[in-house]
């Protein structure tokens, strides 16, 4: 299928006519059409489409189709069904009424080729660039960023039942690819014993006779390894994808020796910290042979296998956003002609909008994001000068790299101050100590200077130990507000650092600092809004790259919906508490 650039039709006057008629208000899809015209040019798709063969579908309709799709959640039979039959998508993707539409199928491979292309982000950016020029978005402003867990499109397995459907997924690649090769390396007890699907067998419940189970698993994958890796067997069977993922999960969880009289042993890996050979870190480790990019996390007491994402969006100040200039008859985009609305069309409160969105596997934590967050940002060039996170992502780190780099003030509570007299609330803190970083000398509240200022390496990172002598703080009257031992010691971080943590600190106990930090709570509506209704909770796809395009579209989505009630001068959603909720119990003592 090729790709041969032309410009979205026109909406045919009779698909028109019948979708005024039957939506006299319109609808999302038809508003979409009226306000912004063409959203996807056909010219940005040029890296994920071949110049030559038979032209296909306008991949900018596809667009369209999918950001339609996921605004109802619907499968890919569904959304084809719909261009089909429904005269607002006809009116949406300028189709005549008798258009026969697409197979189900062009949408998955629409979605493979945005992955191939490296096109996954660009509905969001299309859309984002035509809202830029519309004023509705802007850098310098205020942002705030949060993240959730996703589930993966895989079933959970534990560590027996990884291994047998790894192990039957291989003999499957291999039975398909050189059945007859197969045959003539294993028997037929291997056809009874991996022939069915691990999810529907009846794995034993003894802890004993699942622990031989498992031997019995990982001795028959080495045998298989030990074939493909033969002289004698075909190189290309060692590439089949199947066969790679049971040497890498062989590898996770087995360990194989061999004694002194030459007897091999095999043997399940167990943690370091029970005697084991130990595990690979939970970064590294493989939890599905059908998805190799889902990694198993834990959040408090929340464990999932799968992704996490974050969606970052604006939250301005509407007293101090200027309103765009979105009179009837702005032009759709650039070299376009404007669009023709029809009268009486109102405005909104200004919507909310997401501007970036971050897929990253289960493991990867909130600050160690962030930096990604911002660099997806400047590239769109929609930095914000005010950036509200929740504790999970800062660092010293962070809010100095995020100054320096990008200019980006991080409004978020950072950790307090840990020692145990901050946590008792009373003695003698960090903060009740100075610090001459020139002079390299600490002083504490009772004037007396440190003995000691020693840089050194904690946790992978740079810090400075500083430390009294005995002699000052054994005679001390107030020695019991500040230590039980014989002498006090602090570690501080490099005095940028530091300074920078105090400030933090300082300010986040203020209240102006907790009126501007009020605003980070609007992103959970954001994290409700898109679980529930483009479904982003559960991933419609296997692997990082397709899961990442879903994240995108729904964020997409969300935009348009938002966009939608702003068009329509529906006001903003506020939020809702219930009955229950209300109950004022002070009236009631």
């Not at 534990?158 to 003539?184: K, Q």
């Not at 803190?429 to 002083?443: E, I, L, M, W």
Request: net charge neutral.
């Amino acid at each position: 299928m090729s790709l041969q650039p032309r410009p979205w039709p026109e909406v045919p006057p009779l698909t028109a006519q019948v979708a005024r008629t039957a939506f006299p208000k319109g609808n999302l899809a038809m508003r979409i059409r009226d306000e912004l015209g063409a959203v996807y040019d056909d010219e940005r798709f040029t890296g994920a489409f071949g110049v030559r063969g038979r032209p296909g579908i306008s991949p900018g309709q596809l667009m369209m189709v999918t950001v339609l799709q996921f605004s109802e959640n619907l499968t890919d039979r569904q959304a084809a069904d719909a261009v089909r039959d429904r005269v607002s998508w006809k009116f949406a993707l300028g189709l005549d009424l008798d258009d026969a539409g697409f197979d189900a199928s062009v949408l998955s491979e629409f979605r493979s080729r945005l992955v191939a292309g490296d096109l996954a982000t660009l509905a969001l950016d299309a859309l984002l660039e035509r809202l830029a020029a519309e004023g509705l978005v802007k850098a310098r402003g205020r942002a705030r960023t949060d993240s959730t867990h996703v589930l993966g499109a895989i079933r959970h397995l534990c560590r027996l039942e990884l291994a047998g459907e790894t192990l039957r997924a291989a003999l499957e690649a291999l039975a398909s690819a050189a059945p007859d090769w197969l045959t003539g390396v294993i028997d037929a007890s291997w056809q009874v014993r991996y022939g069915a699907r691990v999810d529907h067998l009846h794995l034993p419940e003894s802890e004993t006779r699942r622990a031989a189970l498992m031997v019995d698993y990982g001795r028959d994958g080495y045998r298989l390894l030990e074939q493909v890796a033969a002289p004698a067997a075909p190189p290309w069977l060692r590439e089949i994808p199947a066969v790679d993922t049971l040497r890498r999960i062989w590898i996770q969880q087995f360990y194989r020796t061999t004694t002194s009289r030459g007897a091999e042993v095999v043997r399940r890996r167990e943690s370091e910290s029970e005697g084991g050979d130990g595990l690979p870190p939970g970064r590294d480790r493989l939890i599905s042979p059908y998805d190799l990019d889902a990694r198993h996390s834990v959040k408090r007491d929340h464990g999932w296998d799968g992704y996490k994402v974050h969606f970052t969006e604006t939250c301005d100040d509407p007293s101090c956003t200027p309103t765009p200039a979105d009179a009837a008859g702005t032009a759709s985009g650039p070299g376009q002609a404007p669009v023709a609305r029809p009268a009486g069309t109102g405005r909104g409160d200004l919507p909310n909008l997401i501007i970036g969105v971050l897929t990253t596997v289960a493991t990867t934590s909130d600050a160690a994001a962030l930096e990604e967050v911002h660099t997806r940002l400047e590239r769109r060039g929609l930095l914000p000068a005010e950036h509200l996170l929740d504790s999970g992502y800062p660092s010293a780190e962070q809010i100095v790299r995020s100054a320096r780099a990008y200019g980006v003030t991080l409004v978020t509570p950072v950790l307090l101050d840990q020692s145990a007299q901050a946590r008792a609330g009373q003695g003698y803190d960090k903060a009740s100590f100075s610090f001459d970083f020139d002079q390299r000398r600490g002083t504490c509240p009772e004037g007396r200077a440190s003995a000691s200022w020693t840089p050194c390496r904690q946790a992978e990172r740079d810090a400075i130990v500083v430390s009294w002598a005995r002699t000052d703080c054994g005679p001390c009257t107030k020695r019991e507000l500040c230590t039980t031992g014989t002498r006090r010691q602090i570690t501080i971080r490099d005095r940028e650092l530091h300074e920078a943590l105090a400030a933090a600190r300082a300010e986040q106990t203020t209240d102006e600092w907790k009126r501007r930090y009020a605003a980070r709570a609007g992103i959970e509506g954001t994290m409700r809004q898109t679980t529930h209704v483009t479904g982003v909770r559960t991933a419609r796809y296997v692997g990082l790259p397709k899961t990442a395009l879903e994240h995108t579209i729904a964020a997409t989505t969300i935009n348009m919906i938002r966009l939608d009630a702003y068009w329509t001068g529906k006001p903003l959603d506020r939020t809702r508490a219930t009955h229950l909720a209300r109950l004022d119990f002070t009236l009631a003592a």
